[in-house]
């Protein structure tokens, strides 16, 4: 027959046959020793924190917990399930059903096998200020595990030495926050960010109380503008927070499962994993291995043994190639025409401008015409440097020569001629240049569109 207890607020066992429990499971100053199975259906699963309060499992014990509050197990005493001979704790959901379950609490429970069963979108919250610890094996059949940031390695989801698990590596199902791993055996950490599964999976550590703790967030911690010498920029869309409570004492290998970087860089090549050390990014690669940038691709470095990093991300060793928003910016000495004066010299400066521009992207200019009959022509070096053409209502200039990249950007000096038969009035005179002129791709012309008036007296 299979047997059901229930420990009342006294510590006191009772035989429940197969009957379901009708009170909260409350294990208070006594200790409660399973050798068979328990089953809760109530609100949750208490061990106080009064002296000798304690639950213990082994002899392959089976804990069924159906608790319907979603801090259906609080332990603030000893939960030992990780006797001799194991024992399971299966959580399977309210009452039986989908649903949040999670273990709350101050102390943390040691488990043997921990089945967390309360439904396949179901999150399972570990609360407890100590983490929990999983000896044996875990399952993952639930949807998102949680635990709480702030605690960081302390409030972790604990493999103990040898400890392996199941499921828990999709982006419905992971550990959303931290997940510790004791012991000297490779392991692919579970771990990411709402539904993006994002793992780092590490070589086996040489010493047996090797204890690192990981979490994956969708930004970056550290400052993104502090690399080394051969990290040029770091991916701010997601890092990897890399705890060593215990370092490794010999090299890791740290592999990474990337999201989709292309916007950062679409180079696989380019890319590098890079630790945080207190003060820069430092390029863990040496070279380049990722598979691609497209989302879980994956990433390859080595954190160096004692090695004070604190935080893995994404870099890339090119220079984020330049797009300039170029915006020209018109100088006229004198902008009244008279009778007799109908030319005037005008310089056109064209601000932040990049190399290579002629053997990729070349700069076209638009000088449109004051009047009908007006007259644009290059003065200087200028008339060496841009090829004119009259191209009716406006003037197009386009460059011959490369034109560096400075503060300053590149000057056009030319004339414009107003005819002395027009009619006095104010005209305008426009410089514009087009959207994929040298490199600009998004539409800007407010920027890249300049008006000057021009007068004409009698």
Do not use: C
Request: proline share 4%; glycine share 10%; net charge negative.
């Amino acid at each position: 027959m299979k047997k059901e207890y229930i420990s009342l607020m006294a510590g006191m066992a009772l035989l429940l046959g197969n009957q379901l429990a009708h009170a909260q499971l409350v294990i208070d100053g006594a200790t409660f020793n399973n050798y068979g199975a328990v089953s809760n259906r109530e609100s949750y699963t208490a061990v106080t924190a009064t002296a000798s309060g304690a639950y213990t499992a082994s002899s392959g014990a089976v804990f069924e917990h159906y608790e319907t509050d979603a801090n259906s197990l609080r332990v603030n005493n000893s939960y030992n399930a990780n006797g001799s001979g194991g024992s399971t704790d299966n959580f399977n959901g309210p009452a039986g059903a989908a649903g949040v379950q999670g273990i709350s609490g101050s102390v943390a429970p040691n488990f043997s096998t921990l089945a967390l069963k309360n439904g396949a979108a179901s999150a399972f919250n570990i609360t407890n200020t100590a983490g929990a610890n999983v000896f044996n094996t875990a399952s993952f059949e639930n949807g998102i595990t949680t635990t709480v940031r702030a605690n960081a390695a302390t409030g972790a989801l604990r493999f103990q030495a040898g400890a392996t698990y199941t499921g828990g590596l999709t982006d419905a199902q992971h550990v959303d926050g931290y997940v510790s791993k004791i012991g000297n055996t490779g392991f692919v950490f579970p771990v990411g960010s709402s539904a993006d599964l994002r793992t780092l999976e590490i070589s086996a550590p040489a010493n047996a109380d090797a204890h690192l703790s990981v979490a994956y967030a969708s930004d970056l911690g550290e400052a993104p503008n502090t690399p080394s010498p051969s990290i040029k920029r770091v991916y701010a869309a997601g890092s990897w927070d890399w705890v060593a409570v215990t370092a490794s004492t010999i090299d890791l290998d740290v592999t990474v499962s990337i999201p989709n970087v292309a916007a950062f860089e679409s180079t696989a090549s380019n890319l590098r994993l890079v630790g945080w050390d207190g003060s820069q990014w430092l390029d863990l690669s040496g070279s380049a291995n990722a598979s691609g940038v497209a989302e879980n691709s994956t990433l390859t470095g080595v954190v160096p043994a004692g090695a004070a990093i604190s935080q893995i991300g994404i870099g890339s060793i090119q220079d984020l190639a330049t797009t300039p928003d170029l915006r020209p910016f018109t100088i006229m000495p004198n902008v009244t025409f008279s009778t007799t004066e109908t030319v005037r010299p005008f310089t056109v400066r064209l601000r932040n401008m990049r190399t290579g521009t002629v053997a990729s992207d070349l700069i076209t200019v638009r000088v449109y015409k004051p009047t009908p009959s007006s007259v644009i022509a290059l003065t200087g070096a200028s008339a060496a440097e841009w090829t004119i053409t009259n191209s009716g209502t406006y003037y197009t200039l386009t460059t011959n020569t490369d034109i560096p990249a400075s503060p300053l950007g590149n000057s056009i000096t030319a004339t414009v001629s107003i005819a002395s038969a027009t009619p006095s009035g104010t005209y305008p005179l426009r410089v514009f240049i087009p959207d994929l002129s040298g490199g600009e791709i998004v539409a800007d012309n407010v920027n890249n569109n300049l008006i000057i008036q021009v007068f004409k007296n009698m």
